[in-house]
């Protein structure tokens, strides 16, 4: 049964909502509310001001349709950084329990939002830390040995807020209102493409039908990571004109006429709350329609760079998730063979030379994954076509030694690697549910076969 996302609770906030500069916007809603409260009456919070936080207001920003060159802010980048072990410690502590009840994490999240790690790719033009894709990767991967569903749930809003540095295609108003919400609390934003029983390279079946100044959006998403705490929805559909566009239509969670259907029992990343959203007649103004195009328009060179820098973004961000998991998963295994001591040993299973030597397999195994998307990220991060076109097939290549790993300290340590009184299974569980986010390997692997090739053909 569907539940109606506008019942959510919301975040204690002032009357008037701010833009970054401080001036009144003006436009706002007042029912407007930031992600972090479910439709089952959890209590509502206020979330105080951290001026050192690296939050995006924290930096007394120029306005955010100023142009000109930006960079990182370092200082508040390493100050973000600096909070990630107490923010892991507290994700892994309340992993177990979020795991066994499917239920959507909001601690973590308001944990990782507080440490100004949910901001942390925000670009300075906007008062953000401007975080790169290195960071980006550097703080999943530590995320991930905390909470997989956490981690995952953050770097939808950490590539959404980087897509907007790059490409700014959210109009100004609607950014700005999101960046005043992250001042008050999680802002948890998320793209929502996936339909059910849609194949590859088909037209969204979500409908957008004209209704005075703005657009009616019905259909269904599915897969939708973080679906009931979302403050925005970046939705995917097409329009019912005689010559159909497709465009993204921008949502706010709490809209009417949109539900949560709670379809998301998977085996692994329980908690990431990836339910299916229910649209029906839910009204979009004229202005947070963007991107309209005629189905089948050949899209410009400048843009084909820019999905192309979106989806190397992707395959990192998501590849150093499922690398945090195997980590922890090593973590365990390293304490088990210390403490392990069968009745027919004197000493613990990690003297053994044959545990030793599977133990280095497992570390190789990881450094390579490692190495792999810590060297490409700053080389996506520099503009490399070359980095970028290499980042699918990274994102096969670690996903792929993660899961080998985890699945290697489970066959080490035999039935207590099993049971549910460890950890190990979790990360199982989660590391094969990662592939949810991983292409298709076929399409992957012809992808990277064609492009061989081509440079075979050159002279």
């Not at 950084?81 to 066994?100: I, M, Q, S």
């Not at 329009?239 to 159909?244: H, L, S, W, Y």
């Not at 229910?278 to 060179?301: C, F, K, S, Y």
């Amino acid at each position: 049964m569907t539940t109606r996302a506008a019942n959510r609770s919301t975040v204690d906030r002032p009357s008037e909502d701010l833009s970054l500069d401080g001036h009144p916007a003006g436009d706002r809603s007042a029912a407007s509310a930031s992600a972090g409260k479910a439709a089952t009456g959890r209590r509502s919070r206020t979330v105080p001001s951290r001026a050192s936080s690296g939050h995006p207001e924290s930096a007394g920003p120029p306005p955010a349709d100023s142009t000109g060159p930006v960079g990182p802010d370092r200082a508040a980048i390493a100050t973000a950084l600096a909070g990630l072990p107490r923010v892991v410690d507290l994700l892994a502590a309340r992993a177990e329990e979020h795991d066994r009840d499917a239920t959507f994490p909001y601690q973590g999240i308001e944990a990782v939002h507080e440490a100004g790690l949910l901001t942390l790719t925000v670009s300075e033009r906007y008062g953000g830390p401007g975080g790169t894709l290195a960071d980006t990767v550097r703080v999943l991967a530590q995320l991930g040995r905390g909470d997989a569903s956490v981690a995952v749930v953050t770097a939808f809003t950490l590539l959404r807020h980087a897509e907007q540095a790059r490409r700014a295609d959210w109009p100004t108003a609607g950014y700005r209102r999101l960046l005043t919400e992250s001042r008050r609390g999680p802002a948890l934003v998320n793209t929502l493409r996936a339909e059910p029983g849609a194949g590859a390279g088909e037209q969204p079946g979500t409908v957008a039908r004209r209704d005075g100044e703005g657009w009616l959006l019905t259909g269904r998403k599915t897969y939708c990571t973080g679906a009931e705490a979302l403050a925005w929805m970046a939705v995917t559909a097409r329009t019912d004109e005689e010559e159909p566009r497709i465009g993204t239509f921008l949502v706010r969670g709490e809209s009417e006429g949109l539900e949560i259907d709670p379809t998301w029992d998977q085996l692994g990343l329980r908690a990431s709350a990836s339910h299916d959203v229910v649209l029906d007649r839910v009204r979009v103004p004229d202005e947070l329609a963007l991107g309209l195009a005629p189905v089948g328009r050949t899209a410009r060179q400048d843009v084909d760079a820019a999905d192309g820098l979106s989806v190397a973004w992707h395959d990192l961000a998501l590849s150093a998730v499922a690398i945090g998991v195997a980590r922890a998963a090593e973590a365990w295994l390293i304490r088990f063979l210390n403490q392990r001591t069968p009745a027919n040993l004197t000493e613990p299973l990690g003297t053994l030379p044959r545990y030793r030597t599977a133990l280095g397999e497992i570390e190789a195994q990881l450094i390579g994954a490692e190495e792999l998307v810590e060297g490409l990220a700053p080389r996506v991060d520099r503009g490399e076509p070359e980095a970028v076109a290499r980042t699918g097939p990274a994102h096969l290549l670690a996903t792929r030694a993660a899961t080998a790993v985890v699945q290697q300290a489970v066959a080490l340590t035999g039935n207590p690697g099993l049971s549910r009184r460890h950890p190990l299974e979790r990360y199982l569980r989660d590391v094969l549910s990662s592939r949810v986010h991983l292409a298709p390997e076929e399409t992957v692997l012809e992808a990277a076969g064609r492009a061989a090739l081509g440079r075979g053909a050159r002279p």
